[in-house]
């Protein structure tokens, strides 16, 4: 039961990471110019899945909140910086993607694109930071609190967090690759390509700064795992490299997906059976399975979610469905 | 400062400001859902032109509702790490399913509603609002369901400190809920229908084109706030029962509220248990609004032949009552929420002690810097909601036709 909601909590989490990770990345892309039509294309081919992809994110804390309660409170509170700061990123994305459009004069609209950009990076920068802050172990204490917030300023943290927005822009290029009409898309794709081995290398100093950290080595209790899924990363990003010279962008943005995905799995696998491990005493490392609600309220959601589940992910899929292909003229255009 | 209070000061400032917007989303949504309904039933366009340009109000005031929500969300986990320690068992329910229920499928349906005018078939383009009005309203009552909780916990045992869900029937039939859920939607549409009689008074003021568009919203508007306001007062006063049983210190100092101070200064020690003047200042107010804005019914009377209109007057009189259900709204959620203090989960767990170990200067930091944004959102959003409110129903981008097609109409696969 445990398992299942732990699994669960990834999955919306990744998803997330998935699908507004293309929010954040054509976001970041807003900054390469383009000029205001440029922008507004690039805005138009989000368009219609924008506002259910950052539901992924609240849906994930609700679950975080409801399966585990003592998980939310000390995750959020113990890594406040990040989570404080990736929220504020959030929270300019949402208002800067869907206000921009609303005043006419194109200085205002610019203005506001900005504001989309610096939200991209925040957000990128903290759910990066955050997933590495669990991967190398926070100070909890036996009263149960984590203290203070200087454990997030580490090396790790830093490279994690960078590798995080390398990895969000080529997944941006990617889908403007797939969606934008035919003539932009190549211009779209050759820059998708060039992003490649910048997140490649950001994932690989990410990795090596990983590896070389005594708390990273500490709190991973499944080395094997943790060796693995960085290099099935490396590969994910090789493999978008090849579809977008192959031109199937299709396929690249499973791949650049796979690879937003994957750093949710490896925390989730390599720091099993625990979710916080702590840095300043072994007794106070938190597991799933303390994590987790107790029994009545585990059931309760899963008789909840169990039919529910099935209708999300349709409504999810008619939605992609349904505005499915490349955007041309007659693509409605509101953002 | 300490912490407490900086964090007390913080959702706030969140939850005002998460208030003012969803209570005219709430209420726009289910007028939306009238015209663009009346619009598919007829095939009449002015029904269509109502559906867009209030469509076009509704969604930009929407992006607020979303932005300070997810802030309030994650808030609980940020400054109120207590709170999922002692009572997430019980309080993190309602609150995941409305996230799975609810806004999920929301903003999901919003998406689509907002891209497929032309795209989808006109059916199909109502059931979406129909989805996000249906879900808008289970947002509210599963939060009022988590709300009611911190009320008046029930169906819970305490093992080890720690509060664990035994009977989740209980949360349904809490006595705070019914009363409160019926209080806060009529309340919605009273917000909803207020805007929209005043947004049009202005436009019929002023003479601006599409006289006719904006004396149909007048009525509807005007009716809607009307048949609200009688709700928002039989709901409201009929809480004083239930909230007086359940919460006797909330609005005195009567026998029971003495007898259940004593009880909680032997179980949790001496304190403070009355709650702060504040709350019941706060009620006093909204009250004498709420009976003010009782008199909408008077002005019913003058829709016959548009007396409302012609005398011009009346439309003034709407007009500058828009901040009040406003007011009345923060006033009513100060009441409820500054009336339970200091307790978090009333006769439960005490504020002092949900608030997160966080440092001074952290959650310091952290007020400043998400009111400053938020209050800034709030405002820029005010003031494209007005220009876009004034600047009248002639071509709004929402629902706009796209340019006619130059492109093959099959798209190509994605993944081939």
């Known amino acids: 039961m445990d398992l299942a909601w ?88 949402t208002a800067g993607v869907q206000l921009r459009s609303r005043p006419t004069d194109e200085r205002i609209r610019e203005r506001w694109d900005r504001v989309v950009v610096v939200g991209s990076v925040l957000a990128a920068l903290g759910w990066g930071v955050l997933l590495a802050t669990l991967l190398q172990g926070v100070p909890r204490h036996a009263d149960g609190h984590v203290a203070g917030v200087s454990h997030l300023v580490t090396p790790f943290a830093a490279t994690a967090g960078l590798a995080m927005v390398a990895l969000v822009a080529v997944h941006g290029a990617t889908f403007l690759t797939l969606r934008l009409p035919a003539a932009d898309a190549a211009v779209v794709g050759r820059s998708a390509r060039r992003l490649v081995p910048v997140a490649l290398i950001a994932v690989a100093v990410a990795t090596v700064v990983g590896v070389l950290s005594d708390r990273v080595r500490d709190a991973v209790q499944r080395p094997a795992v943790a060796v693995l899924l960085p290099v099935l990363l490396a590969a994910a990003l090789f493999a978008a490299r090849t579809a977008l010279a192959r031109r199937r962008p299709g396929w690249a943005l499973v791949a650049t997906g796979a690879a937003l995905a994957l750093p949710v799995a490896l925390v989730g696998a390599a720091l099993w059976p625990y979710v916080l491990v702590s840095t300043t005493d072994s007794g106070a490392s938190l597991t799933v399975a303390d994590a987790a609600a107790s029994a009545p309220t585990l059931r309760l959601l899963g008789w909840v979610a169990l039919p529910l589940l099935p209708a999300l992910l349709g409504f999810q899929a008619m939605c992609w469905w349904v505005f499915r292909g490349r955007t041309d003229g007659r693509a409605p255009v509101y953002w | 400062m300490d912490t407490l209070l900086l964090a007390r000061l913080q959702f706030a400032t969140t939850t005002s400001i998460h208030f003012l917007f969803v209570v005219v ?23 269509e032109r109502l559906t867009r340009y209030w469509g076009q109000l509704y969604v ?134 207020m805007l929209m009689a005043a947004v049009s008074a202005w436009h019929l003021i002023r003479r601006t084109p599409d006289f006719a568009l904006f004396r149909t919203s007048l009525r509807i508007g005007l009716v809607t ?165 004034t600047r009248g129903a002639v071509d709004p981008p929402l629902g706009r036709p796209p340019a006619p097609p130059n492109e093959p109409a099959q798209p190509e696969p994605a993944l081939a």
């Open chain 2, 225 to 389: 706030a009307a048949l609200a306001i009688t709700l928002v007062q039989g709901f409201g006063f009929a809480q004083f029962g239930p909230v007086g049983e359940v919460q006797p210190t909330k609005f005195g100092q009567g026998p029971e509220a003495q007898a259940l101070i004593t009880e909680w200064t032997t179980r949790f020690g001496p304190g403070d248990y009355t709650p702060p003047v504040l709350a019941s200042v706060g009620l006093g107010f909204m009250i004498l609004i709420g009976l003010t804005l009782g008199c909408v019914w008077l002005l019913l009377p003058l829709l016959f032949r548009d007396w409302i209109i012609r005398l011009r007057f009346p439309l003034w009189l709407v007009l500058l009552a828009l901040p009040l259900p406003f007011v009345a709204v923060i006033l009513g959620w100060i009441a409820r929420e500054v009336g339970r203090q200091p307790w978090v989960a009333y006769g439960l767990l005490p504020t002092e002690q949900a608030v997160s170990p966080v440092g001074a200067p952290v959650m310091l930091a952290s007020l400043i810097g998400f009111s400053l944004l938020l209050g800034t959102l709030a405002v820029t959003n005010w003031v494209l909601l007005a220009r876009h409110a």
């Open chain 2, 60 to 193: 930009i005031n929407y992006v607020l509702g979303i932005a300070t929500g997810i802030v309030m969300e994650f808030q609980f986990g940020l400054n109120w790490s207590g709170l999922s320690r002692y009572v997430g068992n019980v309080f993190g329910a309602p609150l995941a399913i409305e996230t799975l229920v609810a806004f999920f499928l929301e903003s999901t349906f919003l998406g689509m509603w907002i891209f497929g005018w032309h795209r989808l078939g006109k059916g199909v383009h109502l059931a979406l609002l129909w989805g996000v009005a249906i879900t808008a309203y289970a947002s509210a009552f599963w939060i009022m369901v988590a709300n009611s909780w911190l009320q008046h916990p029930v169906g819970y045992e305490v093992r080890d400190g720690i509060a664990h869900l035994t009977d989740f029937g209980a949360l349904l039939s809490n006595p705070s809920l019914g009363m409160a859920f019926g209080h806060v939607v009529s309340a919605a549409l009273l917000v909803g229908g």
């Open chain 1, 6 to 93: 732990y699994a669960l909590l990834g999955l919306f989490f990744g998803a997330y990471l998935v699908l507004a990770g293309y929010d954040y990345g054509v976001g970041l892309l807003l900054a390469r110019g383009g000029g205001p039509a440029g922008r507004r294309a690039a805005l138009t081919a989000l368009g219609p899945f924008f506002l259910g992809n950052e539901v992924w994110l609240v849906a994930a804390v609700g679950i975080l909140f409801g399966a585990f309660p003592v998980l939310e409170g000390e995750l959020l509170s113990g890594c406040y910086p990040a989570v404080a700061g990736a929220l504020a990123g959030v929270v300019l994305v």
């Open chain 2, 25 to 47: 989303t709430l209420g726009l949504v289910t007028l939306l859902v009238v015209m663009q309904t009346a619009w598919v039933l007829t095939g009449n366009p002015a029904w």
